[in-house]
Each structure stands twice: as structure tokens, then as C-alpha cells.
């Protein structure tokens, strides 16, 4: 039945300075957006070509840390010049919940998410040193009543990534399966970043719920964020583009 449905979920769990490519562009925050908004642009001639075949069922799902937004700095976006830690995980999560919403409006026939796996015992922690890897073998046993396993939010991203709860804006085509699997009955579609049901863009939780810091998420709707976090983006492939070209003919 998916015709079309990238699945994106590389990131790493590291305590390293910024770490920069030959672009300039810092490794962790590269791995947790810019990565993904380079993946989407380059398959969307399929994910249109799947809006327009039977089922036309077209969807993609960024798997990162909705619901854990923290506000960024506008005047530094990549944080070429003010970076850490925390504030990498706070842009690249807030970036990629508002970029939904963006998405949607510019594609309306294809459902794009942005979601939370929970807590995971995913061996991301094999970059961290020796002296925060051990302490963390001690804990997760601690912690593992609140964890969820690698099978179920295996199964939870497949509903997310396949159930009707989460449609396009404008489905393309009457098949049944255009918004996706036929919800339990009884159950609606959700509503979207932008506070509508069905409107394309959703941030969902390990739990297949809708979540979301819903105070700042609605601020930066009405100021448009989105759009000026895509077109950052666009800045960004653009400039990377021109670096590496400029390699190219040197070498």
C-alpha cells in the first residue's frame, strides 16, 4: 500500500564541540535537519508521483524529539557562532516541528511528521567517552520501566507512518487509502501544527498522540517561522552547493 514514505531517524548522541564539515556545517546538526530537508527536496518527485498513482498515498516522517521545543536564535540559525550542546538539540527540534507545517502548505498532498520515539535503548550513547558510557550502563536498567523497546516503537512508527489519523491537506484522488490505513472506529483525523484537523503538518509522541509545546509552536505560526526556517534551508543547500564546487574545480 505506501507507495512512498522516507523514513528518517539518523542522529547521534555525542558531548563533542561543534564539529564542522568542509561546508562549515556542524556534524550533529547536520544528522538531525539538515540531512533530513536534503532527503525530502531530493524525493519529491516521487512522493508527487506517488499523490498521483493508486493509492496516492505520500508521506514522511523525521523521527527526532517532538514535543521538546525550546525557542532559537533567529540571528544565529545554524549556530555558526553560538553553539552547544542543548542549544543544537533545541534548534534542530524546534526546526524540525515548525518545517512541517511549511512543508504541508507547499505540498498539500503529502503528510509530513515530525515525531518522538521516547526513550530507547539504541546504543546511541556509543560516541559518548568512557567516563558517561558507564554511569548510563548502571542507570538504564534503572530507567527501563519508562523506556520502550525497539520492537514497539518499530510498530508505533509504522502506524504513525501508515494510519489515516495523519492525512494530507488535500488528499489526491478518492481512493480510500490516499489518507492512509482506515483509522480505528470511532477516531478522527488530528489536528496539525497549525491547530487544524487534517492540515498535513503533525507532531506526534512515542504514543502516537499529538504533542508539541503548543504556546510557542502557535507563536511562531503566527510569525511564520516556517517559512523562514525553510528558507534558511534553502540558503544552506544553496551555499553547500557552491562550496562544493568550488572544491571540485580546485582539485
Known amino acids: 500500500m505506501v507507495r512512498c514514505t522516507p523514513y528518517l531517524c539518523t542522529t547521534s548522541l555525542t558531548l563533542s564541540r561543534r564539529l564542522e564539515s568542509p561546508e562549515g556545517l556542524d556534524r550533529k546538526f547536520t544528522l538531525n535537519y539538515y540531512s533530513r530537508m536534503r532527503c525530502i527536496p531530493n524525493l519529491l518527485p516521487l512522493l508527487r508521483a506517488a499523490t498521483v498513482e493508486a493509492p496516492h498515498f505520500s508521506r514522511t516522517l523525521s523521527v527526532l524529539g517532538a514535543g521538546h521545543e525550546q525557542k532559537i536564535n533567529f540571528?544565529?540559525?545554524e549556530l555558526k557562532n553560538t553553539f552547544s550542546g542543548p542549544k543544537c538539540a533545541a534548534h534542530?527540534?524546534?526546526?524540525?516541528?515548525?518545517?512541517?507545517?511549511?512543508?504541508?502548505?507547499?505540498?498539500?498532498?503529502?503528510?509530513?511528521?515530525?515525531?518522538?520515539?521516547?526513550?530507547?535503548?539504541?546504543?546511541?550513547?556509543?560516541?559518548?567517552?568512557?567516563?558517561?558510557?558507564l554511569p548510563l550502563k548502571v542507570l538504564v536498567p534503572l530507567f527501563s520501566p519508562l523506556t520502550v523497546s525497539a520492537e514497539e516503537t518499530g510498530a508505533?512508527?509504522?502506524?504513525?507512518?501508515?494510519?489515516?489519523?495523519?492525512?494530507?491537506?488535500?488528499?489526491?484522488?478518492?481512493?480510500?487509502?490516499?489518507?492512509?490505513?482506515?483509522?480505528?472506529?470511532?477516531?478522527?483525523?488530528?489536528k496539525g501544527v497549525d491547530g487544524k484537523e487534517g492540515s498535513g503538518g503533525y507532531n506526534v509522541n512515542w504514543n502516537n498522540e499529538i504533542t508539541?509545546?503548543?504556546?510557542?509552536?502557535?507563536?511562531?505560526?503566527?510569525?511564520?517561522?516556517?517559512?523562514?526556517?525553510?528558507?534558511?534551508?534553502?540558503?544552506?543547500?544553496?551555499?553547500?552547493?557552491?562550496?562544493?564546487?568550488?572544491?571540485?574545480?580546485?582539485?
Request: aromatic share 6%.
Open 75 to 77: 540571528e544565529d540559525l
Open 92 to 133: 534542530t527540534t524546534v526546526m524540525n516541528s515548525v518545517i512541517t507545517e511549511e512543508l504541508a502548505k507547499r505540498e498539500p498532498g503529502i503528510s509530513f511528521i515530525h515525531s518522538s520515539p521516547g526513550i530507547v535503548n539504541t546504543g546511541i550513547a556509543r560516541e559518548l567517552p568512557t567516563w558517561a558510557r
Open 156 to 190: 508505533r512508527h509504522l502506524f504513525t507512518a501508515t494510519s489515516s489519523l495523519y492525512p494530507p491537506q488535500k488528499p489526491n484522488g478518492e481512493d480510500p487509502l490516499a489518507k492512509g490505513v482506515p483509522a480505528p472506529s470511532g477516531l478522527k483525523a488530528f
Open 212 to 251: 508539541g509545546k503548543q504556546t510557542l509552536l502557535k507563536e511562531y505560526h503566527e510569525k511564520g517561522v516556517g517559512q523562514i526556517v525553510w528558507e534558511h534551508t534553502i540558503g544552506i543547500f544553496d551555499r553547500v552547493e557552491k562550496i562544493n564546487k568550488e572544491r571540485a574545480n580546485v582539485k
